[in-house]
């Protein structure tokens, strides 16, 4: 691995954060659709998401700088970091789908695929360095939580 930098750990996670908050900017008022929607069981109150997010937007930094920083094989660290940006891109997508675009249904199969883009980068993750990967559990368990309320909201809406 590459000396560590604080510095550009910083920047990878501000920048993952960023990917959030453009998202939160760009969805409107998603506060009072989220309150007009029926919600499924064990759907937290709108406040618990930006909190949830905010951890989980520094736990993709932390670990994309992982694997930004280490040394094995170009080939896998590229394959890494590509299913870093693609799941990122898909789960800034899933916020405009839903929120701005109120598009329940495709939402919902954009919250699969995103479950689906996050395990993927966690494997990718784990050939280059394991705990890059560990770091991404959480993420991976509330991408399939986000895939239940997305099925439940389309079904119940």
Do not use: C
Not at 33 to 50: D, G, N, R, T
Not at 116 to 121: D, E, G, Q, R, T
Request: hydrophobic fraction near 60%; avoid cysteine; aromatic fraction near 16%.
């Amino acid at each position: 691995m590459k000396k560590f930098s604080l510095t550009d750990v910083i920047i990878s996670i501000v920048a993952a954060e960023l990917v959030g908050a453009a998202a939160a900017l760009l969805s409107g008022s998603f506060r009072d659709f989220y309150s007009e929607l029926v919600k499924p069981p064990l759907a937290p109150p709108h406040a618990v998401f930006p909190v949830v997010w905010a951890i989980l937007y520094a736990l993709m930094g932390i670990s994309a700088y992982i694997i930004y920083a280490s040394y094995d094989s170009s080939t896998e660290r590229s394959t890494a970091l590509g299913l870093y940006v693609t799941q990122l891109a898909v789960n800034f997508s899933w916020t405009l789908i839903f929120f701005r675009f109120r598009l329940i249904g495709a939402a919902m199969f954009v919250a699969i695929l995103l479950f689906i883009l996050v395990l993927a980068m966690i494997l990718s993750f784990r050939k280059v360095r394991p705990i890059a990967a560990w770091l991404n559990v959480p993420y991976l368990v509330w991408a399939l939580f986000a895939a239940y309320l997305s099925v439940g909201f389309s079904i119940l809406n």
